[in-house]
């Protein structure tokens, strides 16, 4: 009976050890990679043996790797910002107020946000170039809206819907008009909801490719993925992996960072996103 | 002035049809306790005066006013909930003083009141905290207070005190009596406790819970606490009101005068009752009502035996339930004190004629020919 | 009195407050939705009805169904069939994007399954290891993918050198050049980013369970794989279905990965690739929305056949 049980023990932790190493390795190994130049890119190694920030220099230097974080973070905030305030809104709409149309509404949004990006490339080409805004920021802004808004206003509402109707209706009786329930009453309790939602958003943001690929010309103007995804060597076959890593580390620390500190709440947001069928 | 007119007051959510013509009056000052079984549209009732819910038809005054589409803050009323519904992030002076604010009232009056609200409830050592630093009995009491900074004609209360534990609901309930007689305005209370309906009101609503809410309307009878407990208008009010439930025994109209009757019960013997049955002919299938704790009041017409099936020894007093001879529904006895008495063993019981209730088929109940008030100096 | 109430609600002032305050609250969210989904969708489905090209979309010429299957009649009995459905290249793009999709959500959830269970056992430190199994799931796309690209190099690959350590292979392999290896090394690269994620929606459907019936089970005696199969897996199939079903319909439009990782090879283009190519880089806007607009049908016909099938409640 004690050896079953010691056997368990010793077989959970391994089963444990292999996620962690599945998990972390990838990641890990890119780092090992970035301190390494030259030659010693060519040799495979499982831990540094040198540090050298030679990467790092080439991989702000042959790019303006700077101004793709900077514009990555413009993006990314604004969107946030956009979709926080718009789906605060229409989540109140949604969750709390009865009103003809409203199932469709929340079906329509659901379809949206299960959109192929690809299926309006095309369309939305048309509409940044009318507006004047291809191969800028705001353009990009724009379209983001598309993954974004949807998933913002689904999760809010599912949040808002599960707030206790006693209070709002306690503010009603205080004679607060929708506006003041959602400022003065909700969003303070709202705020951690607004935390997972506006993180979900900013990675989405921080990540896209397809949209920045495509929207954005010049070297300036693109964000990190599509930043990363063009470093190139002087052929095909010479990629500079090890500005590629290093670049990939120094876009990839905050979003770990972020993630592992609000962990819990992006797990409950992804729950949440998930439709309850 | 602040009385309320309900003509005609019907509710359906969708197809449900839950409040059925609704006729009620309410002076300015009273206080009015909706009761009912659950689910029956007390809180709904509450809720269309409140202006939380829309009336389907017919007409709401308060005031002398038809608020039927004005909105709550216009409506000069005030509400405090069951789950007390504090806004968690403000302190209790915040709590109380947020519809001040939004009404722009101006600071020097809001801190008044505050205050004043803090006084009468004890809570101006709390001002300062948050509602999750306060018990429940504090909580509730910061919820009538953000009812009564507002100054309002009416207090509406939706079981106000279901939360807190008995020894804390006596006391509460005390202090919402009290709270009345000072501050003479309007109160509607929800309730299913009946000794908070029978202690606080000056009147009592009662609720129909489904079919008879389509056939009679939503209120059962409307009445002081005694006129429901003594002279219940049918079966169901008579079944409602009082605790232990009222005994119904099935029986046959034998005659009728105008001041008593007399029925054949299932076992063969007869009681006489002083009920007016002259309306109905003798032969009619009625049903007789008595209290538990009136078997042994006096002016009996006849007596029976019943074997006790389980008894409650109370304290204060016992409960016996009997198994009678022609019967299948065991009938409830209580009598004051401690009486020993186990299963099995036989108790007489008397059927005094001057508290029988009684109903016709189709459950209404004959006038009783005694009033209440008599009854009571009979029984001092 | 006994009459039925048919007539209207008298709505109150409340009521239309604060219905109208919905609707002034919902119109800006609607109008962008309009502007950045519906309005593109409509261009994207018109586009596919013309000769649009990406140098000129000001001067489009409407052709019907020219892009998705049409046959040019060369005289003399001679023809052929022309169009996105005629394309073998979009048939391989059909074939690559669903054997990706089953194969990889297969292993997902799966191994989603496994790895929630572990986590669902309680040890020290569990709190950590959930913590890094988020980090896939937020590392960029991109970087997923040129971080596999690097470790899956058919010359200085670490995966190579690993396999070669344990002599399961006996040459480098060129994952991502081979056109036989090449899915694979895709498949291999999503699994990795998405399995966590699958495992933590598993993980809070695991733990929203009733505890009761596992002490029941555990009280007969039930083996614990019965008990699996039994009692958790019937629990968390609805929460286990959303899930599928939403990876799903993200796999069926993969690009980045691809586009990334194996970049122009035919042998994994999705639909989502080859519809881009068409697009941008041929400038064929006219073929390439009518690839993307099947694409989007093939995505709401699975939408559709989900909500009905899960009969998914709005309220
Ligand atoms: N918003 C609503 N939509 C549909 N039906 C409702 C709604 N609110 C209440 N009901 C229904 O109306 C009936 C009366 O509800 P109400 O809350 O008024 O009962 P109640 O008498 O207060 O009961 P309780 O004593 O349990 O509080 C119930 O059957 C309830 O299901
Ligand atoms: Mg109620």
């Known amino acids: ?277 | 002035m602040s009385e309320i007119r309900m003509r005609g007051v019907y509710k359906q959510f969708g197809k449900e049809r839950i409040i059925e013509n609704v006729n009620l009056d309410i002076e300015d000052g009273e206080f009015v306790v909706f009761v009912g079984p659950s689910g029956c549209g007390k809180s709904t009732l509450l809720r269309l005066v409140a202006g939380l819910e829309d009336i389907t038809k017919g007409d709401l005054h308060i005031g002398g006013k038809r608020v039927n589409n004005l909105p709550p803050p216009e409506r000069g009323v005030a509400m405090v909930f069951q789950s007390y519904a504090l806004y968690p992030h403000m302190t209790v002076y915040e709590n109380m003083a947020f519809g001040l604010r939004l009404a722009k009232t101006d600071t020097q009056t809001i801190d008044e009141r505050v205050r004043k609200a803090g006084d009468i409830l004890q809570l101006d050592q709390l001002l300062t905290r948050l509602p999750k630093e306060l018990s429940g009995g504090q909580r509730q009491r910061v919820a009538i207070g953000r009812a009564i900074v507002r100054e309002p004609g009416v207090f509406l209360f939706d079981e106000p005190l279901s939360n807190l534990d008995a020894a804390l609901r006596v006391q509460t309930r005390i202090e919402i009596a009290k709270l009345h007689s000072d501050l003479g305005a309007s109160m509607i209370y929800v309730t299913h406790d009946q000794v908070e309906a029978m202690t606080l009101a000056n009147k009592i609503v009662l609720l129909n819970a489904g079919e008879a809410v389509i056939k009679d309307g939503s209120v059962a009878q409307v009445g002081s606490p005694l006129e429901l407990y003594h002279q219940p208008c049918n079966k169901f009010v008579a079944g409602f009101i009082g605790s232990p439930k009222m005994n119904f025994i099935d029986g046959e109209l034998v005659s009728s005068d105008g001041s008593k009757s007399t029925i054949k019960l299932p076992d063969g013997s007869q009681v006489e009752a002083s009920v007016d049955a002259s309306a109905a002919q003798p032969g009619m299938k009625v049903t007789l009502g008595i209290r538990p704790e009136h078997f042994d009041q006096q002016g009996a017409s006849s007596t029976a035996k019943g074997k006790v099936a389980y008894a409650e020894h109370l304290g204060e007093a016992s409960l016996f339930y009997l198994e009678l001879a022609g019967s299948n529904e065991l009938l409830t006895l209580r009598k004051e004190g401690d009486v020993l008495a186990n299963r099995g063993d036989m108790i007489e019981i008397s059927i005094p004629r001057d508290y029988c209730h009684l109903f016709n088929d189709s459950d209404r109940a004959f006038p009783r020919t005694v009033t209440y008030e008599q009854e009571m100096l009979t029984t001092v | ?315």
Request: contains cysteine; hydrophobic residues 55%; aromatic residues 14%.
């Open chain 1, 1 to 277: 009976m004690q050896e079953i049980k010691i056997l368990k023990k010793v077989g959970l932790f391994f089963l444990v050890l292999l996620l962690v190493i599945f998990s972390v390795f990838p990641f890990y190994y890119a780092i090992v990679t970035s301190f390494k130049s030259g030659s010693a890119l060519f040799k495979v190694d499982y831990y540094p043996k040198v540090l050298d920030f030679s990467n790092y220099v080439s991989a702000f230097t042959e790019q303006p790797f700077h101004l793709n974080i900077f514009n990555s973070v413009i993006v990314a905030v604004a969107v946030v910002v956009l979709s926080l305030f718009l789906g605060v809104t229409a989540s109140f709409a949604l969750g709390r107020v009865k009103f003809r149309g409203r199932g469709l509404l929340l079906l329509t949004i659901l379809a949206v946000s299960m959109f192929p990006q690809v299926a309006v490339l095309s369309g939305m080409f048309e509409l940044i170039r009318w507006m004047g805004l291809y191969n800028s920021l705001p353009g990009l802004m724009i379209t983001y809206m598309i993954f974004t808004l949807p998933f913002t206003v689904w999760v809010l509402t599912t949040f808002m819907r599960d707030l206790p109707k006693e209070l709002e209706e306690a503010s009603i009786m205080d004679g607060a008009s929708p506006w003041v329930i959602i400022t003065k009453v909700f969003m303070p309790l709202l705020w951690p909801a607004l935390v997972t939602t506006g993180l979900l958003a900013f990675i989405a943001a921080w990540n896209e490719f397809l949209f920045a690929l495509t929207f954005i010309l010049q070297n300036e103007t693109r964000t990190v993925p599509v930043a990363i995804a063009s470093m190139g060597g002087a052929s095909e076959f010479e990629l500079p992996w090890g500005s590629i890593m290093a670049g990939s580390v120094v876009v990839t620390i905050p979003v770990v960072a972020l993630v592992l500190i609000f962990q819990r709440r992006i797990v409950s947001g992804l729950t949440a996103g998930a439709v309850k069928g």
């Open chain 3, 1 to 315: 009195m006994n009459a039925a109430v048919d007539i209207p609600e008298e709505k109150s002032r409340l009521t239309q407050s604060r219905v109208r305050a919905a609707w002034l609250f919902l119109t800006p969210m609607i109008v962008i939705i309009l502007m950045v989904a519906g309005w593109p969708l409509a261009r994207t489905i018109w586009f596919s009805l013309t000769d649009a090209n990406l140098s000129d979309l000001g001067n489009v010429n409407f052709i019907g169904l020219e892009n998705y299957l049409t046959y040019i009649d060369y005289g003399d009995g001679d023809g052929e069939w022309v169009g996105v459905l005629a394309d073998g290249k979009w048939w391989i793009s059909v074939w690559n994007t669903v054997y990706f999709s089953m194969i990889s959500v297969t292993l997902e959830t799966v191994l989603g399954l496994i790895v929630a269970l572990i986590l669902n056992a309680k040890f020290p430190g569990r709190a950590l290891v959930r913590a890094a199994m988020l980090i896939p799931w937020a590392i960029p796309t991109i970087v997923s993918a040129k971080m596999w690209g690097w470790m899956l190099h058919d010359q200085y690959g670490v995966i190579n050198d690993i396999l070669m350590f344990f002599g399961l292979i006996n040459s480098p392999l060129a994952w991502t050049a081979n056109n036989d290896l090449a899915m694979n090394a895709v498949i291999m690269a999503d699994v990795w980013k998405t399995t966590p994620f699958m495992a933590l929606l598993i993980l809070a459907a695991l733990q929203m369970l009733p505890s009761d019936c596992y002490e029941a089970a555990y009280v007969d005696g039930i083996h614990p794989v019965r008990v699996f199969f039994k009692v958790t897996l019937p629990l968390i199939k609805p929460a286990l279905m959303v899930a599928i079903i939403f990876r799903l319909l993200d796999a069926l439009r993969i690009f980045d990965l691809i586009y990334v990782l194996t970049s122009n090879s035919e042998a994994t283009m999705s639909m989502s690739v080859y519809a881009r190519q068409q697009l941008v880089e041929f400038q064929n806007v006219g073929l390439g929305s009518a690839a993307s607009t099947v694409l989007f049908f093939i995505v709401a016909g699975c939408t559709v056949v989900y909500l009905m099938a899960g009969k998914v409640k709005f309220d």
